[in-house]
């Protein structure tokens, strides 16, 4: 465990030397995060690309869909747990480390059979490397608020957020690449894992864990830009049991926020993974128009995170609900179209996915900002992995089980019900947290 220990506090620089290095180290500490979160998304999804071979060889869908579930109960949970590890260990590593294992499960399940020859090795597999996928967003947050201060905290994570849309759309082109290089689907596992592999050494590289560790001082003392509530204390390394009892479990605010995620998660994922199904069977798109729809979506969410962001610091002033409420407004209204459109109008329903696409992924990220500014630094990753924890093992789970029995059992309409009672249930519960934010901002704006 030593190994992971938080950096040590270096001697402090010289006065001249402070500015230039901290501008040259946020940069690279930036892209470390950014390279590295990408690299987490090229070995997050990329089994789902090895389902119709393995559908060739005699796999059901619903076996293949019980072996691809353990991704995202791992995850869900690893989030919360090694988040809270994470909080007690220094970033540069634990993010390396996570990454590393995560590329190495998906080469070992590439390069032996014997880890593609059951549905128990499979789900097993899969589930290791959901747990191992958990160390990459607790340890990106642990630096967020280490190297980046309230006020620009939300223009920040909304570019490192985009990571994971690189990341993730560049599975597919890496697949094509994969076998056209190897000639086998096994390449589509262990080919992204060789390139998760080098993301993890480049991390390794430009990732550090505290400005103190490199002789600098605190990000609120170098911004001048300090959260109402913050003591010296907020320097402090804490144990699991203080992070989760004095500032995680205990905080009501971020039980709300949980709460808020679970239902925005069940419209990130209840959208996307159904899109194919439903925009097949009950709007008549072709498979190719159903793929560059699915497309669509992930990439409109790029702009429309970084707009998100960009309002929130800039328009409300570092505070989040608002940015999050008006993003899941629009959401229900572009939900609501998507259901309604009568079969046909493909360029609406496609201009639908794409406005939900654009819109949703704000909330995703801004819920983990609003995460990280409640609590102290040093309890980050378990405050933003007690969201997530809501997010997979409620929302996403529910989306990808659920839903499927609530289709079968009323129809689409049934599904877009659900739907649209998450985006309200999402709005209601961060309103909840509205109160708190104005209180946080008058003290700011008051010292
Ligand atoms: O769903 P996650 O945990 O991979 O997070 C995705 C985005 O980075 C949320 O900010």
Avoid at 68 to 79: D, E, I, P, R, T
Avoid at 328 to 351: E, F, H, R, S, T
Wanted: proline share 4%; aromatic share 14%.
């Amino acid at each position: 465990m030593k190994l992971i220990s938080p950096a040590q506090h270096a001697e402090r620089l010289p006065l001249e030397r402070i500015d230039p290095e901290y501008k040259r180290l946020r940069l690279q500490v930036f892209l470390g995060i950014f390279i590295g979160y990408a690299g987490y998304y090229l070995v997050r999804k990329n089994f789902s690309l090895v389902m119709p071979d393995l559908i060739e060889q005699g796999y059901s869908k619903s076996d293949l869909g019980i072996a691809l579930s353990g991704v995202s109960v791992a995850y869900g949970l690893s989030k919360f747990l090694m988040g809270n590890v994470s909080d007690r260990s220094n970033a540069r590593i634990f993010l390396s480390l996570g990454l590393l294992l995560s590329a190495l499960t998906m080469i070992g399940m590439g390069v032996f059979p014997i880890a593609t020859s059951s549905i128990a090795i499979m789900f097993t597999l899969l589930f290791l490397n959901g747990w191992f996928q958990g160390m990459g967003w607790p340890p990106c947050g642990r630096v967020m608020v280490h190297w980046f201060s309230t006020k620009e905290r939300g223009t920040k994570m909304s570019i490192w957020n985009i990571a994971h849309n690189v990341g993730g759309g560049l599975v597919g082109p890496l697949a094509i690449a994969a076998v056209a290089l190897f000639g086998t689907w096994e390449s589509k596992l262990y080919f992204p894992g060789l390139i998760a592999v080098l993301s993890a050494m480049i991390a390794y590289m430009l990732v550090r864990d505290t400005p103190q560790s490199c002789g600098l001082p605190t990000i609120e003392e170098y911004k001048n830009d300090y959260p109402s509530n913050y003591t010296e204390d907020h320097e402090k390394e804490l144990s699991a049991k203080q992070i989760l009892f004095d500032y995680v479990l205990t905080s009501r605010v971020l039980w709300y926020i949980a709460f808020a995620n679970a239902f925005v998660y069940l419209v990130r994922y209840g959208i996307l993974d159904w899109a194919p199904t439903y925009l097949e069977e009950a709007k008549g798109f072709s498979v190719k128009e159903t793929g560059w729809a699915y497309f669509a979506y992930e990439y409109a969410g790029i702009p429309g995170t970084l707009l998100c962001g960009w309002i929130s610091d800039k328009v409300f002033r570092g505070r989040r609900a608002p940015a999050t409420i008006i993003y899941m407004v629009l959401v229900l209204v572009a939900v609501l179209v998507y259901w309604k459109n009568p079969a046909g109008n493909i360029w609406v329903d496609n201009a639908a996915l794409i406005a939900i696409g654009f819109l949703i992924y704000g909330p995703v990220m801004l819920i983990g900002v609003q995460a990280l500014d409640l609590v102290p630094k040093k309890a980050a990753g378990t405050a933003a992995g007690l969201t997530g924890l809501f997010g997979y093992m409620g929302g996403a789970l529910f989306a990808n089980i659920a839903m499927g029995f609530v289709v079968d059992a009323w129809g689409w309409d049934g599904g877009f019900i659900v739907l649209v009672a998450a985006c309200v249930l999402a709005i209601f519960f961060t309103a909840l947290t509205w109160n708190k934010e104005t209180k946080h901002y008058n003290l700011n704006k008051i010292t």
